[in-house]
Every structure is written in structure tokens, then in C-alpha cells.
């Protein structure tokens, strides 16, 4: 479910207009919905109430502070891969006894922050970590609470750069090895061993991967909970939303038909696999949502510039580039993009296929290859579906290009939750000091 949707031919979030949006804050600028990433987290929740279970959003797919900030006050807990993450969670009000922090490569820096702070837990992912951890805590007298990161190698179905799970990448501790390193862990007197922890990697549509990694890991769980006294067992993040026709309801429907398979990520089916195994474990059950909760709430608006036709191809040039959203370079994934304003007459809703671009100097720089749109004009606004997840936060300054605006629309109510990066910002920090 996502609140994008034509009204009197406009595009809407919730109940702003998107020109609007634009007409106030330009473009580019991302525009999350409030109410889809409170209703997704709802959803998580309801679906897990059966059992003891915390929500750990994922900070890293949009660490925006207002965004952290409507999850904390749903109740929500956080993944943080970095210091600057727990930094962030701070500033929005959450609290680090629900942080767990991941990531293979922690630094000296960040572990002291972390151990300061009192986060939930420590999901470490080598022998060499475990050791840095305990050396760490030691110096300041204290228990580092931590849990392994277990490598089931299962096939995830997704791309191979946001795989997890198997033995070819660089995650986690394999199955097999990792009751070693629990013994060792609980032989050092600074480490507190207080859960297992597992992700197999992002954007999974199906629910089965989910409930393989679960079965295999299982066994290993059921002796760990008899030997330590662990706590939970965090089951990662990584469901998946639908990217290929985003946009499913209203009158904006008539071209669709030209588009790929949706293929959806069903709460319901992840529950009815996950829930019956779970619930016979016996331990609280943490997920790492980070897409699943976004991805869908958030669009890139943005303008066309020129339209140009050039080697029997037609390009619209628009005024985002990969610099703001790099996933399409980065992945090759599909992102929706849709007129904010609808066409009306035949002549408007003919449909010829467009290279969608931005202005980087990089071939890279595409948002869509022959896609199917009805006729672009210069000055139109255009709406980069799913846009909320692994968007703003994944954005850069290439080019010398200012980081775009974010915003935030609630009900009929909308404002600027980032502003708009300008030329003075970047230089910040650079110096000339020879
Ligand atoms: C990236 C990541 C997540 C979130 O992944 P999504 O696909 O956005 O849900 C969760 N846990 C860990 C350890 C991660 O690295």
C-alpha cells in the first residue's frame, strides 16, 4: 500500500498535490508520506503480534531525522551500521537501548560511542571483531552485550550486490563454525552473549528464503538458548516492495499495461512461513526492516530540461541525475516514473518509448532505457516512483551537484524536512592551507 494516487489528474501524496510540492521547494526534491510508512510499520507489527517481537528499522535506507523520528514514536528500534547512525537516532529522539548495531568493519571510535550509549547489541561478524569488542570494553570496565551474525547460506533471489546470505559474500560467520565462536565468546570476560542474528540479504519478494534461513539456523539456536542465556534471535531485514508498477489504483492505470510484473512482498505470506517456527523457538524475534518500510513512501520529483532526439533515440533529460539516485546505475533496477500531471487527450497519452537521464557525465546516468511514456515536453514534471528507500541516503555531490531537498507530506499538511543543499555548502570544509 503506498498514498500516491491521480485526483482530478494530478498526482497526490496523500492529499497535497505534487506541483504544489514542486512549486514551493523546486526540484529535485524527494517527498515521503507519512502515513505509508506509519501504515507499513503497522502492518510489520500487527502481522508479528503473535509473538514477542521488536521492529530495528534500518537506519541506512533513509536516515533522514524526521523520518527516524515518526518511527521512534511508532516504537520502533534501529539498525545502525555506523556511529554516525546511533548519532542520528539520538538527534530524533529514539532510544539505543533499542539500537542494534551491524556492519563487518566497526571502528575503535564507534564501539566506545556505542558501549557509552548502552545500545541493545553488538551483531558481530568475525573472531577478529569479537576480540576488538572485548579488548574495547575491557578498557572501559564494561560488558559488551553481543550477538553472532550467522551466514546460513541460503539463496536469496535478489541481485547479487545486495545478496547476504551464502558463502560467497562477505558477511556473517558460516553456519557450521560459528558454535566455536560463541564458546570463545563466552570465555571472554567483557562479552555478554545475548542473541543470533542473521540477514540474507534485500529486496527478497519471496517469503521462503525467509523461512529456509530460519530452519537451517534453528537446530544451532535451540542449543544456544540451552548453553547461554540468549535473549533474541534477529531475523534481518530485506523484504522486498514492488518497484514495476507502483502506481496500481486510480485512473492512472492506462498505459500501465506496457510495464513488467509486479511482483509483491505479501506481510501476510512472510508471516503465516515465519510465524509457526518462530513461535515454537520461544525467543523474542527482531526484524531489520529498511526498504520494506520506506521504499514505497517516498518519490523523486523532478523536471524535464530538454527533450532531445539523437541517433534514432529519444532522450528526456530531466533535472536529477545519478547523483541524487543512484540506484538504477548502481543496481540496474527499475523505477516507476509517472507525469505528475496526467494526459488527457488521445494526442497526449500516445505512447513512444524514452531514455530517461539526468545531466551527469557518466553514460551511467539513466533512470530508465526505452521506456514506455506518453509525449514529454520540456518543463514537465515527472515523479521517480519509490524513491524512499536507498535514495537521498545513498545521494552525492558528484558533478559539484547540491544534495536535493526532502520533504514530508502528513494528511493535507506538507514541509521541507531537508533543505536544499546550496553552492556555499559545497565547500564547506575544504581549506587551502599551502
Ligand atoms: C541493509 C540491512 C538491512 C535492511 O535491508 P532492507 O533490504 O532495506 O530491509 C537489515 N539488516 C542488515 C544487517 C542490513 O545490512
Not at 149 to 171: L, M
Not at 197 to 220: C, R, W, Y
Not at 224 to 235: D, G, T, V
Not at 284 to 289: A, F, N, T, Y
Request: hydrophobic letters at 40%; a neutral charge.
Amino acid at each position: 500500500m503506498h498514498l500516491f494516487e491521480y485526483r482530478d489528474g494530478r498526482l497526490h501524496c496523500e492529499d497535497v498535490d505534487l506541483t504544489r510540492v514542486a512549486k514551493e521547494f523546486g526540484t529535485p526534491t524527494y517527498v515521503y508520506s507519512a502515513g505509508t510508512v506509519l501504515d507499513h510499520y503497522m502492518r510489520l507489527d500487527n502481522a508479528l503480534a503473535p509473538i514477542d517481537h521488536l521492529i530495528c528499522y534500518a537506519v541506512k535506507a533513509n536516515s533522514n531525522r524526521t523520518i527516524l523520528k515518526l518511527l521512534a514514536e511508532a516504537g520502533a528500534g534501529f539498525d545502525i551500521v555506523s556511529g554516525g547512525e546511533l548519532f542520528r537516532v539520538f538527534a530524533a529522539g529514539g532510544d539505543p537501548a533499542k539500537c542494534t548495531f551491524a556492519g563487518v568493519g566497526k571502528s575503535r571510535e564507534e564501539i566506545e560511542y556505542a558501549l557509552k550509549e548502552g545500545v541493545y547489541c553488538f551483531n558481530v561478524e568475525s573472531e577478529q571483531e569479537l576480540e576488538q569488542i572485548d579488548n574495547i570494553a575491557g578498557a572501559k570496565n564494561l560488558r559488551a552485550p553481543i550477538a553472532l551474525r550467522v551466514n546460513p547460506d541460503v539463496e536469496a533471489h535478489t541481485h547479487e550486490y545486495i545478496a547476504t546470505g551464502s558463502h560467497q559474500n562477505k558477511f556473517g560467520i558460516a553456519l557450521d563454525h560459528i558454535a566455536a565462536v560463541y564458546e570463545r565468546a563466552a570465555r571472554m570476560r567483557n562479552i555478554e552473549i545475548v542473541g543470533v542474528q542473521m540477514h540474507i540479504g534485500s529486496q527478497i519478494t519471496e517469503a521462503k528464503p525467509f523461512a529456509n534461513a530460519i530452519d537451517k539456523v534453528a537446530p544451532l539456536l535451540r542449543e544456544l538458548k540451552s548453553k547461554y542465556a540468549i535473549k533474541f534471535f534477529s531475523i534481518g531485514g530485506g523484504m522486498g516492495i514492488i518497484y514495476r508498477r507502483a502506481l496500481e489504483s486510480g485512473p492512472g492505470k492506462w498505459w500501465r499495461d506496457h510495464g513488467g510484473e509486479a511482483s509483491a512482498f505479501s506481510v501476510r505470506d512472510y508471516a503465516d512461513a515465519i510465524l509457526p517456527q518462530l513461535r515454537e523457538l520461544g525467543i523474542r524475534i527482531l526484524v531489520e526492516p529498511g526498504r520494506f518500510l520506506v521504499g514505497n513512501a517516498g518519490v523523486l520529483l523532478t523536471r524535464v530540461l530538454h527533450v532531445k532526439q539523437s541517433g534514432g533515440k529519444k532522450f528526456a533529460i530531466v533535472d536529477a541525475g545519478m547523483n541524487d539516485l543512484i540506484r538504477p546505475a548502481l543496481y540496474q533496477s527499475y523505477h516507476e516514473i509517472v507525469p505528475v500531471k496526467q494526459p488527457k487527450t488521445e494526442r497526449e497519452r500516445k505512447i513512444s518509448k524514452v531514455d530517461i537521464v539526468g545531466p551527469v557525465c557518466e553514460s551511467g546516468d539513466f533512470f530508465a532505457r526505452d521506456r514506455e511514456m506518453p509525449e514529454l515536453h520540456e518543463d514537465d514534471l515527472l515523479a521517480i516512483m519509490s524513491g524512499g528507500a536507498y535514495g537521498f541516503a545513498m545521494a552525492s555531490n558528484y558533478n559539484s551537484r547540491t544534495l536535493p531537498a526532502e520533504s514530508l507530506v502528513r494528511g493535507n499538511k506538507f514541509a521541507l524536512i531537508r533543505k536544499r543543499q546550496t553552492w556555499e555548502d559545497l565547500l564547506c570544509g575544504e581549506m587551502e592551507p599551502l
